[in-house]
């Protein structure tokens, strides 16, 4: 990592542990440290990962009453895409082929060495619903980056990239972006937490793990396995408002192991 690289991933972390500090005082919880819950050992049960799954699966569309929590996510969104603004870390939308990284380093060592984030836009993808559809974060954020209007979705996966793997190293597939969102959880209020597991592990564990995916008797084929369907052929999950309940918040933390 060069000086440059190292600048900005260190006045990145102090801002995100100032911010997950004071949300952490707001709510009247102790502060965590979020170098610390990136260094837990993650224990990963795909048990836990089909329920998940099967969760989001059966849900709704819409799940009433999450109408004021969505729009407090979006107000948090934005917040946290501020902050990444006084890092200096630029965001603009992808306008290429495909994906803007090849993978989770190559996202990491690209926006430390340049300050710069490509976003894939929600208009490109993210579910069979396009930028359309009726969910809250669909609607724009009143941003504006390479000539583009951003939706509140855009703003949210910008903020994870950056606080989830960027500021961490957090890989893709389950493990890393279990870990990215046991870190990047920290920094909002502890009542959004649901909301936030929707959109981040429960999108996940749907496109790992979701039925569409197993055997009739309900396994799921390995890579080189008949029936296995490699991720850049799987659809993007429906975008769905629904809260997961604490029970399953709390199994989810009880994966984590904290080092020493």
């Known amino acids: 990592m060069s000086g440059d690289d190292h600048r900005l991933t260190v006045r990145l ?13 707001r709510a009247g919880v102790p502060a965590v440290r979020l170098d610390r819950l990136a260094a837990e050992s993650l224990r990963l049960d795909e048990d836990f990962c089909r329920e998940v799954a099967d969760r989001y699966e059966a849900a709704p569309m819409v799940t009433a009453g999450t109408e004021r929590g969505y729009a407090r996510l979006a107000e948090e969104n934005l917040r946290q895409f501020r902050l990444i603004g006084e890092v200096g870390i630029r965001v603009l939308p992808w306008t290429g082929p495909g994906q803007p990284y090849r993978d989770s380093r190559d996202l990491v060592a690209r926006v430390r060495s340049t300050g710069l984030l490509h976003v894939f836009l929600t208009r490109h993808g993210h579910g069979p619903a396009g930028a359309g559809g009726d969910h809250p974060l669909r609607a724009p954020a009143g941003v504006r980056a390479g000539g583009e209007e951003l939706l509140h979705n855009d703003i949210f996966r910008a903020v994870h990239d950056v606080f989830g793997h960027v500021l961490f190293g957090n890989t893709f597939g389950p493990r890393g972006e279990f870990r990215a969102t046991r ?30 995916l197993r055997r009739p008797d309900g396994t799921l084929p390995r890579r ?37």
């Open 183 to 212: 870190c990047h959880l920290a920094m909002y209020p502890a009542d959004l937490h649901p909301l936030v597991f929707a959109e981040l592990v429960g999108q996940l564990c749907w496109f790992f793990h979701g039925p569409h």
């Open 224 to 260: 080189g396995e008949p029936g296995y369907v490699p991720p850049p052929r799987r659809p993007y999950p429906p975008q769905k408002q629904l809260v997961y309940d604490r029970r399953t918040l709390d199994r989810f933390a009880a994966l984590f192991t904290s080092p020493g």
């Open 13 to 25: 972390g102090e801002l995100a542990q100032t911010h997950a500090d004071r949300a952490a005082a």
